[in-house]
């Protein structure tokens, strides 16, 4: 089944990346439901355990003629081979500690403490160097370079380390970072997302493993821990209470991000929020046009590194900075829709196919807040009145018209009600309302010019 796998991937993704990424993929154990490969570094299988898991599962599935799943190891591991388990072991008891302390080449150290909990995995792409630095992050960037490069932690004033931020905006990005260097320094360390915490140390509790979870907690360098608030239940807040505790006061390093200010967690324990408030706090901001550029720019470069012949005009860079707005994951979308098109049409990229492939993460101008009290000004300009005629109780025709435009501009412009609408406009009742609203919906549709001068003031408070 495996030589069809390898020839199916072969024809799915070409023979450059193949080689790249699929070619060294041993077979090391197969059984009905499940498959164990074996990769030669810890590079290669953090790569395809998260991009192309999924892929050899849906071809093998394909060949196989039923769902199986797959583990990934390092080659050199295989010498202790454990039969597999027939059921899939959650995640969180994975045997892996990520430890810098070895050579890339060789198998993690299995002690007997690790198995109680696995790191969450690292992709080798979110380093520092692809980290773009701008105004928004700079500090953050900082705090995050001193703690992955100092071996100490003299500088307690970094200890914890809390960096906050909205979606998107690069805390796991920095996390990672962190992690890979340090990993790479021969630190011991450990990034889980606090999920992943939670998850781990339930488990641990029903397993009855609760030692080996603390132990292998506390055998670490540095702690890194992402996306705090989805650290869920009193017990494991606690549990995280005392390992941020123990690392702390053992001078061990703890990195952590969340989406809020600590104090916004409101959450979390007491005593978690006052012992991350005792490190330090930073926050990265939003991702300005500038540095969303730079942030294509670097992408850009990466794609080419991979992809030949690829390239993307600064021009069409440009227009996705301006339009996709909202974060770094936009971005990615952004971009990643601008490699598929030419990947998938030969054709070179340009601003129309930016256009239309990334309609939908464009946001959408926000139509402008229209005020009542504008609404009245206007049309009582227009219709040559004055803004008191059209709030009084007066009854003329050259008033009375005027006035119905403007409650029915009132209630097609803005979202305020039948009866806010009558008291605004001079402490009517809402059926006056209702009455103008329908009387002008009527003659706008049979009276070409008074559909036109309604159209004229729109555009008008518009403007
Ligand atoms: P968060 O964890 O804050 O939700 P991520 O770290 O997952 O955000 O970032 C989302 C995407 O945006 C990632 O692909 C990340 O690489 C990218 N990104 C965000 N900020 C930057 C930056 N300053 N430089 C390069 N890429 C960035
Ligand atoms: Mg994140």
């Known amino acids: 089944v495996w030589e069809r796998v390898r020839r199916r991937l072969r024809a799915e993704f070409g023979e450059d990346v193949f080689n790249s990424w699929f070619k060294s993929i041993e077979i090391d154990h197969a059984a009905d439901d499940a498959v164990r490969l074996s990769v030669p570094t810890r590079f290669l299988k953090s790569w395809i355990d998260n991009h192309y898991r999924d892929r050899i599962i849906a071809r093998w599935s394909e060949e196989a003629a039923q769902p199986i799943r797959i583990d990934m190891m390092v080659r050199s591991a295989v010498t202790n081979r454990v039969p597999l388990k027939p059921k899939a072991a959650p995640e969180s008891v994975r045997p892996i500690i990520q430890s810098g302390a070895r050579t890339p080449d060789q198998a993690p150290v299995i002690n007997g403490h690790s198995d109680a909990l696995g790191g969450s995995p690292l992709d080798p792409r979110l380093t520092f160097d692809s980290f773009v630095q701008g105004r928004s992050n700079t500090l953050a960037r900082a705090a995050a370079l001193q703690v992955a490069q100092s071996r100490t932690t003299d500088s307690v004033l970094f200890n914890p380390l809390y960096i906050h931020a909205g ?85 061990r390093q703890v990195v952590v991000a969340g989406d809020r200010p600590p104090s916004d967690l409101e959450n979390l324990d007491e005593r978690v929020r006052s012992r991350l408030a005792g490190g330090l706090t930073v926050e990265i901001g939003g991702l300005d046009e500038n540095l969303r550029l730079d942030i294509l720019k670097q992408k850009l470069n990466q794609a ?21 707005t909202q974060n770094g994951r936009d971005l990615d979308g952004a971009f990643n829709r601008l490699l598929a098109s030419n990947r998938l049409t030969n054709q070179p990229v340009t601003i129309e196919m930016a256009e239309r492939s990334i309609r939908d993460l464009v946001r959408v101008a926000e139509p402008r807040r229209v005020k009542i009290e504008e609404i009245q000004k206007i049309v009582a300009q227009h219709y040559n009145v004055s803004r008191s005629d059209i709030l009084s ?45 329908r009387k002008i919906e009527g003659l706008v549709g049979q009276d070409p010019a008074l559909n036109e001068e309604v159209e004229v003031l729109k555009r008008r408070l518009n403007d």
């Open 304 to 324: 080419r590194a991979q992809h030949q012949g690829f390239d993307v005009p600064l021009a069409v860079l440009g227009y996705v900075a301006k339009h996709v």
């Open 167 to 251: 979606v998107g905006l690069g805390k796991t990005h920095l996390l990672q970072a962190i992690a890979g260097t340090a990993q790479a320094a021969g630190r011991r360390i450990l990034y889980l997302t606090a999920e992943k915490f939670t998850f781990g140390f339930v488990a641990s509790l029903k397993n009855q493993t609760a030692i080996a979870f603390k132990e292998a907690l506390r055998n670490i360098d540095l702690l890194i821990i992402d996306d705090l608030q989805f650290l869920q239940g009193k017990q494991t807040q606690a549990e995280f209470c005392h390992t941020l505790n123990a690392l702390i006061d053992a001078g």
């Open 393 to 437: 109780s007066r009854r003329t025709a050259t008033v009375v018209r005027p006035r119905q435009i403007a409650m029915y501009l009132a209630k097609t412009m803005t979202l305020r009600s039948l009866p806010e609408i009558g008291r605004r406009f001079g402490g009517r009742d809402h059926t006056t309302v209702l009455h103008a609203v």
